[in-house]
């Protein structure tokens, strides 16, 4: 797909980095994560504060060349969407055998190598995350190259989600599956301003939790 520009900003980005939102057949606006909805779309760069502009100045009336109506929790209702499409494709990689579950087995993908992100629950203890933190800190000053690690969703989350009782930490491992996944948490922490790829590596000397 070819780069669209964002009706806020006018930046020109992948749609990859951005929203598509499209307006419902009684005129609502509706975000489009999949890209597929009919009709005229027009994108926003996928920042919460963004789109929170683009519905406080009904931005989407003109780029929509039409009037629309824009739900006053419209940002909030793309975290929720953006939310529940991360968690589906966690599940996915669960079920493509993409990812370990458990501090002592996440360690464990750590220091091997195969884990490409870690997850942490919101609710996970200092402890738990600790120890991963010091298999991340090896690994990088070992490699030159970090693993990010990401707190986006709650113990209940990511339980459900991943078909299992009392998950709090998680590793991704990099498959299909699991890059897939790693994409949608990325976008996720981008939306709400909790990522700037604070990854653990060697020139930094240690690593960061992308919360």
């Not at 606006?29 to 996928?46: E, F």
């Not at 406080?56 to 929720?80: C, E, Q, Y």
Request: proline share 4%; hydrophobic share 50%; aromatic share 4%.
């Amino acid at each position: 797909m070819n780069d669209r520009t964002c009706i806020v900003t006018r930046e020109t980005r992948n749609p990859d980095e951005m929203i598509r939102f499209v307006a419902a057949p009684d005129g609502t606006i509706v975000p489009d994560l999949r890209h597929k909805l009919p009709g005229r779309g027009c994108w926003v760069v996928a920042e919460k504060p963004l789109v929170e502009k683009a519905a406080a100045r009904n931005i989407f009336a003109k780029a929509l060349k039409a009037p629309v109506v824009v739900p006053t929790d419209l940002a909030d209702m793309v975290d929720s969407l953006m939310v529940t499409s991360t968690l589906g494709t966690l599940g996915l990689a669960r079920k493509a055998g993409a990812v370990a579950l458990g501090a002592t087995k996440v360690e464990a993908a750590v220091r091997s190598g195969k884990a490409i992100a870690v997850v942490h629950a919101i609710d996970a203890s200092p402890d738990g995350i600790r120890k991963i933190l010091a298999a991340r800190n090896a690994v990088a000053h070992a490699s030159g190259h970090g693993v990010p690690a990401f707190r986006l969703f709650s113990e209940n989350e990511m339980s459900l989600a991943l078909g299992a009782t009392n998950v709090i930490h998680a590793a991704l491992f990099g498959q299909g599956a699991g890059e897939a996944a790693l994409k949608r948490m990325r976008m996720l922490a981008a939306y709400r301003g909790e990522v700037s790829d604070k990854l653990a590596s060697a020139a930094a000397g240690a690593a960061e939790d992308m919360e």
